[in-house]
């Protein structure tokens, strides 16, 4: 008995409706070598689509964690005047009770104070403009890790302590166990003055840093620069970086309204845009990849219509309505589509799932560029379910609408003249 007769026998709604599919999967594989092949286009898609938005994902992971744990942290509180204008005058009062509240907020693992000022470092005759930060050594080393990023010396342990960037001690012509000069303007406009001693380099990557950034005690920064219990940002470093949104929430109602708190994607917005730019990218390579399988598709389903013509021309005759034959179509086209993706997921999954592991390494050639946009030398796809979703359903919905643009071809399909066609 032929498929084509078996379907039109009677049988009960559940026990037809369970014929109609294996009959339909018994369709497919009437011409097996073009099953493969289009179910091979829709894996070849979604392997690709999946495999590729992993490590974009995986990447975008990685540049937010190190860009966040490098300096910037997760959530950053300030004066709200100092954020528009930057002025040196803009600090945050009451740091004392300030750093009480912000530490017991829910979700705060870290916080570290800041004074953050620009000065004249000098040694003899060389002199170079300098960004002075003073730090709390022990909080910001729990908090963020360039601080920890020395190319020799040591960190900072007593008050007179410096650590240089790296190519502002060059320019100045300074090693470890030199002095520097450092000359500024205090809060109340008198000029501030220290000496200290070098015991440091740093050299974090970013040259734009290395080139300007001095390292200072908190305390004798602020007592050099007439800033008594005073500060001007506060970096802080909470449980999980996707929920650092509800730490900053948590903070907005507990700090004084004079003071703005930002969460890290409002703090690094050039890192943001960055991503969105990459993401919109990539989002039109998926497209154009699974729009030119969806094609193929098409052309798949129309040959499958012209040849089974005769056929589908006799069940007309025998009184099955085109609404059925077209469902038929789409069964068929669905276990296309379920195979495909299935055999997409399983390969590109276990390769994810290797690469996870080992990674990709990047060459020498990369590391400076990787520095630059917070990456490692190394990169790590990262299974989510925008990754794993995605390509699947919208392959499944594309290979829908590709096989019913040919099957409507059924619903003008004369039997007389089907039962005709050679």
Same mark, same amino acid.
């Given at each position: 008995?032929?498929?084509?007769?078996?379907?039109?026998?009677?049988?009960?709604?559940?026990?037809?409706?369970?014929?109609?599919?294996?009959?339909?999967?018994?369709?497919?594989?009437?011409?097996?070598?073009?099953?493969?092949?289009?179910? +091979?286009?829709?894996?070849?898609?979604?392997?690709?689509?999946?495999?590729?938005?992993?490590?974009?994902? +995986?990447?975008?992971?990685?540049?937010?964690?190190?860009?966040?744990?490098?300096?910037?942290?997760?959530?950053?509180?300030?004066?709200?005047?100092?954020?528009?204008?930057?002025?040196?005058?803009?600090?945050?009062?009451?740091?004392?009770?300030?750093?009480?509240?912000?530490?017991?907020?829910?979700?705060?693992?870290?916080?570290?104070?800041?004074?953050?000022?620009?000065?004249?470092?000098?040694?003899?005759?060389?002199?170079?403009?300098?960004?002075?930060?003073?730090?709390?050594?022990?909080?910001?080393?729990?908090?963020?890790?360039? @601080?920890?990023?020395?190319?020799?010396?040591? %960190?900072?342990?007593? =008050?007179?302590?410096?650590?240089?960037?790296?190519? !502002?001690?060059?320019?100045?012509?300074?090693? @470890?166990?030199?002095?520097?000069?450092?000359?500024?303007?205090?809060?109340?406009?008198?000029?501030?003055?220290?000496?200290?001693?070098?015991?440091?380099?740093?050299?974090?990557?970013?040259?734009?840093?290395?080139?300007?950034?001095?390292?200072?005690?908190?305390? %004798?920064?602020?007592?050099?620069?007439?800033?008594?219990?005073?500060?001007?940002?506060?970096?802080?470093?909470?449980?999980?970086?996707?929920?650092?949104?509800? %730490?900053?929430?948590?903070?907005?109602?507990?700090? =004084?309204?004079?003071?703005?708190?930002?969460?890290?994607?409002?703090?690094?917005?050039?890192?943001?845009?960055?991503?969105?730019?990459?993401?919109?990218?990539?989002?039109?390579?998926?497209?154009?990849?699974?729009?030119?399988?969806?094609?193929?598709?098409?052309?798949?389903?129309?040959?499958?219509?012209?040849?089974?013509?005769?056929?589908?021309?006799?069940?007309?005759?025998?009184?099955?309505? =085109?609404?059925? @034959?077209?469902?038929?179509?789409?069964?068929?086209?669905?276990?296309?589509?379920?195979?495909?993706?299935?055999?997409?997921?399983?390969?590109?999954?276990?390769?994810?799932?290797?690469?996870?592991?080992?990674? @990709?390494?990047?060459?020498?050639?990369?590391?400076?560029?990787?520095?630059?946009?917070?990456?490692?030398?190394?990169?790590? =796809?990262?299974?989510?379910?925008?990754?794993?979703?995605?390509?699947?359903?919208?392959?499944?919905?594309?290979?829908?609408?590709?096989?019913?643009?040919?099957?409507?071809?059924?619903?003008?399909?004369?039997?007389?003249?089907? !039962?005709?066609?050679?």
């Amino acid at each position: 008995m032929s498929n084509a007769v078996a379907a039109t026998l009677p049988a009960s709604d559940s026990g037809e409706g369970l014929l109609t599919v294996r009959i339909c999967w018994r369709n497919l594989w009437r011409n097996r070598r073009r099953t493969w092949l289009t179910a +091979g286009g829709i894996a070849f898609a979604v392997f690709l689509v999946v495999f590729i938005m992993a490590f974009q994902l +995986g990447q975008y992971d990685i540049m937010m964690d190190n860009a966040t744990s490098l300096m910037a942290g997760h959530i950053q509180v300030q004066a709200a005047d100092y954020i528009e204008d930057n002025r040196f005058e803009d600090t945050i009062e009451n740091a004392a009770s300030v750093l009480e509240v912000i530490r017991s907020t829910p979700g705060v693992v870290a916080a570290a104070p800041r004074a953050e000022t620009f000065a004249l470092v000098s040694v003899g005759e060389r002199s170079f403009g300098a960004q002075v930060l003073g730090l709390d050594i022990e909080a910001e080393s729990a908090t963020v890790r360039f @601080i920890r990023m020395l190319a020799s010396g040591r %960190t900072i342990a007593g =008050p007179d302590d410096a650590v240089l960037g790296s190519v !502002l001690a060059r320019n100045l012509g300074v090693d @470890i166990g030199d002095e520097v000069v450092v000359l500024g303007t205090g809060k109340e406009g008198g000029v501030a003055a220290l000496v200290m001693n070098v015991v440091g380099l740093l050299e974090t990557g970013m040259t734009d840093l290395d080139r300007v950034v001095m390292l200072a005690p908190l305390a %004798t920064v602020q007592d050099a620069f007439g800033l008594v219990d005073q500060i001007h940002t506060v970096v802080i470093k909470t449980s999980e970086l996707a929920q650092s949104e509800k %730490t900053v929430d948590r903070l907005r109602k507990r700090l =004084p309204v004079d003071l703005s708190v930002r969460g890290w994607d409002k703090v690094l917005p050039e890192l943001v845009q960055g991503i969105e730019v990459d993401r919109l990218g990539g989002r039109i390579m998926y497209g154009i990849i699974m729009m030119l399988v969806v094609f193929s598709v098409v052309n798949s389903f129309i040959m499958t219509v012209f040849e089974r013509t005769r056929e589908f021309g006799m069940l007309r005759a025998i009184g099955m309505r =085109p609404t059925k @034959i077209i469902v038929m179509v789409q069964w068929e086209a669905l276990f296309v589509s379920l195979l495909g993706i299935g055999i997409g997921l399983i390969c590109a999954s276990l390769l994810i799932l290797w690469l996870m592991n080992v990674g @990709i390494y990047l060459g020498e050639a990369m590391e400076d560029y990787a520095t630059q946009f917070y990456m490692p030398d190394r990169m790590y =796809p990262a299974f989510s379910l925008e990754a794993l979703l995605t390509a699947p359903v919208v392959m499944l919905i594309g290979t829908q609408l590709a096989a019913i643009l040919p099957a409507l071809r059924i619903r003008r399909l004369r039997p007389v003249d089907a !039962l005709r066609d050679e």
